[in-house]
C-alpha cells in the first residue's frame, strides 16, 4: 500500500519515523510440503531442474498470513524441494532493508516483496521474468512493470485505495450511497455532528509518517477524484500537480480531517486504521483492502454485513488508487531459477486464488474474484471487481518515495492552518520539480 520511509524519510521525518515504524518480526522458515492444490499453471523451467533455497524479503501484517497460509504453500505443492525462508518486516524497515541490501550488492535475498511507489526505484536491480501467466491482470497492471519478454515486477497482492461506507449508519441519518463528492462530505458532516463520538463520520490516513501517510494515501485518492494528478499520466514523470483540482483535493482532504475520527491524523500506526473500522468507530472513509479484509469476521468484526465498498464517485467518473504489490526478482540472487519459479507460481490465478479463499487476500487477476466460490464466501466481491476496473495509479515516479515525506510536511502545516491550500499545492509543485530535475526526468 502506500509508499514508505526513504533514507531521505528517516531524516526529515526524524523522530517521527521511528515512532511510527512497526517491528520487525522473526524470519519464518517452511520446508514441508502442502496439500497439492488446484490445477497447475504453465511455468518454466520443470521442477526437477528447480531446488536449493529461497530467501523472501516481505511485509509482515496480513501479507505475511497470505504468504504463509496460501502463497508459499502453493509453491511448495509444485516444487517440495525448494527450501523456503519468508522474512517480515514493517512497511517502513522492509523499503530501507531492501534499499541497502540492493546498493550494496548483497546476494541476501532472492525474492523482493515491493510495494508499488518503490518499484521503479527497484528496476535497476531487477531481472526480467519471463513465463508469466498474464491471463486476468488490468493492462494498465501490467504495461508499468513489462521488460522485454516479461516482467521486472509481477503483480502479486491487488491493494486498491477506495471508499467505504456503513449501510446502518447511513440508513440511521437518511442517506443513501453517495452519488458524487459532495455526497461523501454531507454524510461525514452529518454523522459527525449527530452521532460523535459514538460513530465518527470519516477515517483514513490523513498522517504525516504512517505507511505513505497523507500524500500518498488519503490525499492522493482524493486528487484523482477531483481530476488531478502529481504527474503527467502521460509519460509519469512529469509534475502537474500545481492546478485548481488539486486545491479542491485539499481542502477536501481538511473537511474529512475535520469531520473525522479523532486520530485521524496521528494515528500510533496503520493498524489502528483497519480496526477503527473493525470497532464501528467509523461510518465512513478511504481504507484499502487489506486494511478490511476481515470486516465481516465475526472473531474479528463488530460490524459484520454492514460495510460497504466502492470507487469513489470523482468528477470524471468511478476511481480508485492503486497500490499493488509487486515480486521482483534481484540481480544479485544466487538461486535466479528457483525465485522466478515461486514468482510465476505464487502469482498465478490458482495460487492468488488459493489466497482469496483462505486468507482474504486481494488478488491481482480481477477474474479471480468472478469465481463462484469466491463469490460465495466473499459479498463484496462483485464490488471489488469494480475497483479494480477503476484503478488508476498516482504515484508513477522514481522521484516518489523521496518526494513524500515532505509532501507530508506540507500538507501538515495545511491541516494546522500555518498556509493556504493554494500555497501548499504551490509548494509540494514545488519539491516535484525540483526533484524531477535533479534525477534528470524533466
Do not use: C
Request: net charge neutral; aromatic share 10%.
Amino acid at each position: 500500500m502506500a509508499a514508505g520511509g526513504a533514507v531521505a524519510a528517516a531524516v526529515v521525518g526524524g523522530a517521527l519515523w521511528y515512532l511510527g515504524r512497526t517491528p520487525s518480526t522473526p524470519p519464518a522458515t517452511t520446508s514441508s510440503p502442502a496439500a497439492t492444490a488446484t490445477a497447475s499453471t504453465a511455468t518454466t523451467p520443470t521442477t526437477s531442474a528447480v531446488g536449493g533455497k529461497i530467501v523472501i524479503l516481505a511485509r509482515s501484517d496480513y501479507h505475511q498470513d497470505a504468504h504463509m497460509k496460501a502463497l508459499i504453500p502453493y509453491f511448495k505443492s509444485k516444487y517440495p524441494g525448494v527450501e523456503v525462508e519468508y522474512i517480515p518486516k514493517g512497511y517502513n524497515d522492509l523499503y530501507q532493508v531492501a534499499k541497502l541490501a540492493m546498493t550494496r550488492g548483497s546476494s541476501d535475498y532472492d525474492v523482493l516483496y515491493l510495494d508499488e511507489p518503490w518499484i521503479r526505484e527497484f528496476k535497476q536491480w531487477a531481472i526480467a521474468v519471463d513465463g508469466v501467466d498474464l491471463s486476468g491482470y488490468p493492462n494498465k497492471v501490467l504495461e508499468p512493470v513489462r521488460a522485454g519478454g516479461g516482467l521486472y515486477a509481477v503483480p502479486i497482492l491487488g491493494n486498491y485505495n477506495f471508499y467505504f461506507y456503513r449501510s446502518d449508519v447511513l440508513e440511521q441519518i437518511n442517506e443513501s450511497e453517495p452519488r458524487s463528492l459532495d455526497d461523501m462530505m454531507r454524510i461525514a458532516e452529518t454523522v459527525q455532528r449527530k452521532l460523535a463520538p459514538r460513530v465518527y463520520g470519516f477515517t483514513g490516513n490523513f498522517t504525516v509518517g504512517q505507511g505513505s501517510g497523507a500524500a500518498g494515501d488519503a490525499y492522493a485518492l482524493l486528487l484523482l477524484a477531483y481530476g488531478g494528478a502529481f504527474f503527467d499520466p502521460k509519460d509519469g514523470v512529469t509534475p502537474v500537480l500545481d492546478s485548481q483540482e488539486a486545491v479542491d483535493a485539499l481542502k477536501a482532504a481538511k473537511f474529512f480531517v475535520k469531520n473525522g475520527h479523532p486520530q485521524i491524523t496521528s494515528w500510533p500506526d496503520l493498524r489502528a486504521i483497519h480496526e477503527s473500522v473493525y470497532q464501528g468507530e467509523a461510518a465512513s472513509g478511504l481504507v484499502w483492502n487489506g486494511w478490511i479484509q476481515y470486516v465481516d469476521d465475526p472473531q474479528r468484526s463488530k460490524v459484520v454485513g454492514k460495510v460497504e465498498v466502492m470507487a469513489l464517485p470523482g468528477r470524471k467518473g468511478p476511481v480508485a488508487h492503486t497500490g499493488i504489490w509487486h515480486y521482483v526478482v534481484p540481480k544479485f540472487s544466487r538461486n535466479q531459477e528457483a525465485a522466478k519459479a515461486f514468482v510465476r507460481a505464487a502469482t498465478s490465478y490458482e495460487a492468488q486464488l488459493k489466497a482469496q479463499l483462505e486468507v482474504g487476500m486481494p488478488p491481482t487477476r480481477a477474474t479471480v474474484y468472478a469465481d463462484p466460490e469466491v463469490k460465495r464466501k466473499n459479498r463484496l466481491a462483485d464490488d471489488y471487481a469494480k475497483i479494480v476496473e477503476a484503478g488508476t495509479p498516482a504515484r508513477t515516479s522514481p522521484i516518489w518515495t523521496a518526494a513524500q515525506p515532505r509532501l507530508n510536511e506540507i500538507i501538515a502545516k495545511y491541516f494546522q492552518d500555518a498556509i493556504s491550500a493554494e500555497d501548499a499545492v504551490g509548494q509540494m509543485h514545488a519539491v516535484l520539480v525540483d526533484l524531477s530535475k535533479r534525477e534528470g526526468l524533466i
